[in-house]
């Protein structure tokens, strides 16, 4: 079974400087997907970024992008230029491709605090 | 804002009430998903619908009964319930049931049984 790790529970960062969240994920699968979704107070989980495990870039989104070192099977997300909104909970979550209905793993996320 | 809409935001029932969940989603999906988040938890799977059929119950007592009545709706009923049942109900959609799609969250229906 896929596991995905978040060995960190919280971190903090100051306003306009730049943080790194690491993820580390377990798979067999050489085809898979990737994810980051971030969950502020207001509970709704929402898309950071999505990788493809196929693809060699690394995914960028505005201030978020990710390192994505597939042998080392790590999924590191770092916020560029941090804002207060960024404060939340941050999971990382892989869903493999064996076909239909697979299901999305998360880790057990951090919570990232910004400092004014 | 969100594309995949719950209601009511917040629930309060007692252990013998029947109560639903409703959402609704607006992006022609056909994968539905109910998770159950406890505070500072990841989100857990409980249900799938793909093309409004049930393809995943992820053993869920049967307290909790799941309806799609079309392809963008997807309720979530519940009887009978026990304190340790409080929590965030989120439902979530993807544009089919297959892997690389990406999974778009609702902002949640928070449950407390009393």
């Known amino acids: 079974a896929q596991t995905v790790t978040q060995s960190q529970p919280e971190m903090s960062v100051q306003e306009a400087e730049t943080v790194t969240l690491s993820c580390t994920y377990d798979?067999?699968?050489?085809?898979?997907?990737l994810f980051w979704y971030k969950q502020p107070p207001s509970r709704q989980m929402i898309l950071v970024i999505r990788?493809?495990?196929?693809?060699?870039q690394n995914a960028t989104e505005n201030r978020f992008s990710v390192n994505f070192q597939k042998a080392a099977k790590s999924f590191s997300l770092k916020i560029s230029d941090s804002q207060l909104g960024d404060a939340a909970m941050y999971f990382c979550?892989?869903?493999?491709?064996?076909?239909?209905?697979?299901?999305?793993?998360f880790g057990k996320g951090i919570t990232l605090s910004v400092r004014p | 804002d969100t594309e995949v809409t719950q209601t009511p935001k917040h629930l309060v029932m007692g252990m013998t009430n029947k109560k639903s969940l409703k959402c609704e989603q607006h992006?022609?999906?056909?994968?539905m998903y109910w998770y159950k988040q406890k505070a500072k938890k990841p989100p857990e799977l409980m249900f799938v619908?793909?093309?409004?059929?049930?393809?995943i119950n992820e053993s869920v007592p049967s307290r909790f009964s799941p309806e799609c009545p079309n392809s963008s709706l997807l309720n979530l009923h519940l009887h009978a319930l026990q304190p340790e049942d409080s929590a965030l109900y989120l439902c979530?959609?993807?544009?089919?049931?297959?892997?690389?799609?990406?999974?778009?969250f609702g902002e949640g229906s928070w449950l407390t049984v009393v």
């Open positions: 979530a959609s993807s544009q089919d049931p297959y892997s690389g799609n990406t999974i778009y």
């Open positions: 798979t067999s699968e050489s085809d898979y997907y």
């Open positions: 990788q493809e495990a196929y693809k060699q």
């Open positions: 979550a892989y869903r493999d491709s064996t076909g239909a209905n697979s299901k999305l793993t």
């Open positions: 992006m022609g999906h056909r994968a």
């Open positions: 619908y793909s093309y409004e059929k049930l393809s």
